[in-house]
């Protein structure tokens, strides 16, 4: 499971933007290097300042990576299964925003594992879904 990959990339202390794409490049086999995914670094902890989630716009970035050929707007599939993930992470959350999911996950003894475990959830989840339609 993605989750399994997940909980260990945040063990070797990547923040949960980090921690998703690593996971999701090893599950999906995406091909990024390790300089590809130094570029999610910033936008952990809600891109540093309790904004959209770290580890959503890692999952996001993940879509992305499987859905489209070159460009989003020559992609048919990348709206809706974007949009399907996101408002799954809203039916769990009712936010995306990570100063609003942080209180009802983050755990002292575990910092944001369980708002990981949860994208990667739905992530999957979603994936599966709507490759399921295709």
């Known amino acids: ?3 399994d990959i997940a909980e260990k990339y945040y063990g070797q202390n990547y923040n949960c933007a980090e921690t998703i794409i690593r996971a999701g490049n090893d599950y999906y086999e995406l091909g990024l290097h390790d300089r590809d995914m130094k ?3 910033a936008y952990g902890g809600g891109i ?4 959209t989630c770290g580890a959503i716009l890692s999952a996001a ?3 992305s990576m499987k859905y489209v050929e070159a ?3 020559e992609s048919k599939e990348i709206k ?3 949009v399907l993930m996101i408002r799954k992470i809203n039916a769990k959350y009712g936010h995306v925003e990570c100063k609003y999911i942080k209180p009802q996950s983050w ?3 575990c910092g944001c594992l369980v708002t990981i475990s949860n994208v990667c959830d739905i992530l999957e989840e ?3 879904e709507y490759d399921d339609l295709l």
């Open 71 to 73: 460009k989003a707007h």
């Open 80 to 82: 809706p299964v974007t």
């Open 48 to 51: 540093q300042t309790g904004n």
């Open 1 to 3: 499971m993605l989750r």
């Open 39 to 41: 570029m999610m670094a």
């Open 126 to 128: 979603t994936i599966k």
């Open 107 to 109: 755990k002292p003894e």
């Open 61 to 63: 970035a993940i879509l």
